[in-house]
């Protein structure tokens, strides 16, 4: 929850400047900017024809109706977002969301050509106790439960260490590569089609610093990036390590 929706247009000018100034390369990585629901009006007109994609932090359970405050992912397909985050920390934490929730948020999403990116993660305590494999392959199948995606491109998961956002602790490399792992095997089980092709991304503050590390290990597809992407620098200095991963 960060910028207005007027500054929001300009820092995305300022970043299409910068990646129009970059070296062409093929196989440059995806990049994608999930913003606040206000912001992706302006957003969108400004990045129409560029090589970035837009997608919104939350979407509705729900079709349409009277759920007051609630948009509906048939709103945000019709303003040309492809993609919507589902089942974040922050929304488990301080909204109280389920699995369940978030398992509809992503059936939702499927049925309106939305890509859903499913946040799995453990806490401090869950990890201290040894079992943060458990509680986080046990969150992948509660969001997962009813979820069909046609194709391995129309679903990601994102895997979330919540002790490692903003509390200085950093998960390392091996850790996301264990846990990208093991979400990996466990989505043969779920979707035995698509489990090696699914796109898993680390969401633990990955930074410029620890970046290219992180998205060398053969499991982890990219990065969930927060604080890091409010500046434009720091964001494409990850993508560039993206790239090269």
């Keep these: 929850m960060n910028r207005l929706p007027s500054e929001s ?15 062409q390369q093929a196989d440059r990585s995806e990049l994608l900017l999930c913003v606040p629901f206000t912001h992706l009006p302006g957003m969108a007109e400004a990045a129409f024809g560029w090589p970035v994609s837009l997608g919104a932090q939350d ?21 040309g977002v492809r993609y919507v ?7 488990r934490q301080y909204h109280a969301e389920d699995d369940a929730t978030v398992a509809a948020k992503a059936r939702q999403a499927l049925a309106h050509g939305l890509t859903p990116i499913v946040c799995v993660g453990e806490n401090r305590e869950e990890r201290d106790a040894g079992r943060a494999t458990e509680v986080v392959l046990a969150q992948l199948a509660g969001s997962l439960a009813g979820v069909k995606p046609p194709t391995a491109d129309a679903l990601v998961v994102a895997y979330e260490p919540v002790w490692a956002i903003g509390t ?6 091996e850790d996301a590569q264990e846990m990208s792992h093991a979400i990996r095997q466990a989505l043969k089980s779920h979707l035995p089609e698509h489990a090696s092709s699914v796109r898993v991304l680390y969401g633990g503050s990955m930074k410029p610093g620890n970046a ?3 998205l060398a290990k053969p499991d982890v597809n990219g990065g969930l990036i927060g604080g890091a992407s409010l500046e434009v620098a720091d964001l494409l200095a990850i993508e560039s390590a993206t790239a090269a991963a």
Excluded: C
């Excluded at 995305?12 to 070296?23: R, V």
């Design 9 to 23: 247009v300009s820092w995305l000018q300022g970043l299409l400047n910068e990646l129009d100034a970059l070296p």
């Design 212 to 214: 290219a590390e992180l």
């Design 85 to 91: 985050i589902v089942g974040h920390s922050e929304r």
């Design 168 to 173: 200085g602790l950093t998960a390392t490399a």
């Design 59 to 79: 979407v509705s359970a729900h079709e349409a109706g009277a759920y007051t405050g609630e948009v509906a992912a048939a709103m945000l397909a019709d303003l």
